[in-house]
């Protein structure tokens, strides 16, 4: 019977390998935010490394998925366990919410200081995604599917980047949202924002949540219906139009 510890092991790594993704990709949202330098190629960088390093922690464990949405495309179309979704995405969350936690205790005075008028304090903008509702839906759809579809095709086993999977991912990552995003305003990864704006509804007031017309829900189906669409691609039309020809290569 395995033990307790190893049966946990893959959700701590879940856990671990999301809070260092937030712990960094906020960490430089909250730089930027203070300085008032933000821009587009720093914020993507910056989550592009914390992709690298939050896979690079927790990929030989379980998987390295630190993503709701890769889990549920992994669930659909990769044979993934049903009775590990649900522990996958609230060890993420959680993973989420604790590193937004740790950015707050390293910058929680500076942030404080940013001038607050009216509506909701600036300094969550270092915790969440915002943007209009349609235009930011499509940003995140756009930006996960074609992340997605990286994920699906490094990781597989026939590729030849699948040894350096962490870095080829964070440089899909950077290259995704470079491509679409507006600065603080792409998550592609449901946990990225719904953990730290969790916290930043603790720590600032629940107007995260109604903020530019209740756009929590944006970074959540985004990415969910983005990745859905990634995998199917890749599954259904790329892999298996490749394993077709190799059949006719080997003479099958």
């Known amino acids: 019977m395995a033990s307790l510890r190893n049966v946990a092991a893959p959700y ?17 949202t909250a730089q930027s935010l203070i300085s008032h330098k933000t821009d ?19 990929e030989h464990v379980s998987g390295g998925h ?37 950015v707050w205790l390293n910058f929680a005075s500076s942030l404080n200081e940013i001038k607050h008028k009216d509506g909701i304090h600036p300094a969550t903008r270092a915790f969440i995604t915002s943007n209009d509702t349609w235009p930011g839906l499509v940003n995140e759809i ?11 095709a490094i990781s597989d086993q026939t590729s030849n980047a699948k040894n350096i999977a962490p870095l080829a991912l964070g440089l899909a990552f950077t290259g995704a949202s470079l491509a679409v ?12 924002d719904f953990g730290p704006r969790v916290f930043a509804a603790l ?6 949540f109604a ?10 189906a985004g990415p969910l219906i983005g990745a859905i ?11 298996r139009d490749a394993e077709y020809h190799h059949s006719l290569e080997d003479g099958n």
């Open 12 to 28: 701590w790594a879940e856990f671990i390998g999301t809070l260092l993704l937030t712990l960094i990709g906020l960490g430089a």
């Open 40 to 58: 587009a190629l720093t914020s993507s960088a910056s989550w592009g490394t914390a992709v690298t390093l939050g896979i690079w922690v927790s």
């Open 66 to 102: 630190i993503n709701p949405a890769i889990t549920i495309a992994r669930f659909l179309f990769s044979n993934f366990s049903l009775r590990q979704v649900v522990g996958y995405i609230a060890a993420q969350t959680l993973g989420a919410f604790t590193g937004a936690l740790l």
């Open 142 to 152: 756009t930006a996960t599917f074609v992340f997605v579809i990286a994920v699906f």
């Open 181 to 192: 995003s507006s600065p603080l305003a792409l998550a592609l990864n449901p946990a990225r």
């Open 203 to 208: 720590a600032y007031g629940l107007d995260v």
């Open 211 to 220: 903020d530019h017309s209740f756009y929590f829900w944006v970074p959540i």
């Open 229 to 239: 669409l990634g995998a199917f691609v890749y599954e259904w039309l790329v892999k």
